[in-house]
């Protein structure tokens, strides 16, 4: 197992456009936590998941973004109808535990052009 | 979300030790001390956390204040590639609903000049 991986790793869009992202966690975690990131700010926390069941979910997750764990095992994001602030990059993590260590993906950059 | 208090950046020397201090005088009884880096293009990646004692691992040592409501990040001997962003995060040890996340604050951004 590699890590936490993320696809696609780059992305660019038109405004309007809808998008999804993917990431596969490391497969024995059953903690997976979504964060958009902009320049120059930490990471903000959006969603996560512990196995298939969204626990929370931030108030910066508009209606346009949803998310899914269909199996608990890899988790889409999807952004509807896309608009410019929502340049971002877009980490996935993964925790076995609450309160134990998260491992980050690498992120995917997402501009809305 | 307990809040915490660290310097917008610091700068150190290569091979010499690097103490990045962080306030949480709001901690309560059972939140954790989290510390988290994010060197540049990456994501953040552990570093190391604890709850009441000082911890060490291969990367760090946490000093906890004995009232907890500090702790300070030490690199025993920084090299160049310990410069990053360095986040001081508290999350609740219990089963509060709502708590079981990291919440990052602005970090300290962390300059070793060679």
């Known amino acids: 197992d590699t890590g936490v991986s993320q696809d696609p790793r780059h992305k660019i869009t038109k405004r309007g456009q809808n998008v999804t992202f993917r990431c596969d966690p490391i497969?024995?975690?059953?903690?997976l936590y979504w964060y958009r990131q902009t320049l120059g700010q930490g990471p903000e926390f959006l969603t996560y998941?512990?196995?298939?069941?969204?626990?929370?979910k931030s108030r910066l997750l508009s209606d346009r973004f949803s998310a899914e764990r269909p199996k608990g095992s890899f988790s889409t994001l999807e952004i509807q109808r896309t608009e410019q602030g929502d340049s971002a990059m877009y980490l996935c993590?993964?925790?076995?535990?609450?309160?134990?260590?998260?491992?980050f993906g690498q992120g995917t950059r997402l501009t809305v052009v | 979300d307990a809040k915490t208090t660290q310097p917008n950046s610091m700068e150190s020397n290569e091979e010499e030790p690097v103490h990045l201090p962080c306030n949480h005088s709001?901690?309560?009884?059972?939140?954790?001390i989290h510390w988290y880096r994010q060197l540049p293009s990456q994501g953040p990646e552990y570093v190391i956390h604890?709850?009441?004692s000082n911890v060490n691992n291969r990367m760090a040592s946490l000093a906890i204040a004995e009232d907890r409501k500090s702790s300070t990040l030490i690199l025993h001997r920084a090299t160049l590639r310990d410069a990053a962003v360095y986040y001081c995060?508290?999350?609740?040890?219990?089963?509060?609903?709502?708590?079981?996340?990291?919440?990052f604050g602005q970090g300290t951004r962390l300059t070793i000049n060679p």
């Open positions: 993590a993964s925790s076995l535990a609450s309160n134990t260590e998260a491992f």
């Open positions: 604890g709850l009441t």
């Open positions: 497969s024995e975690h059953n903690r």
């Open positions: 995060i508290l999350m609740r040890g219990d089963m509060i609903q709502g708590a079981q996340k990291l919440v």
């Open positions: 998941f512990q196995n298939e069941a969204q626990l929370e």
């Open positions: 709001t901690i309560s009884g059972t939140d954790y």
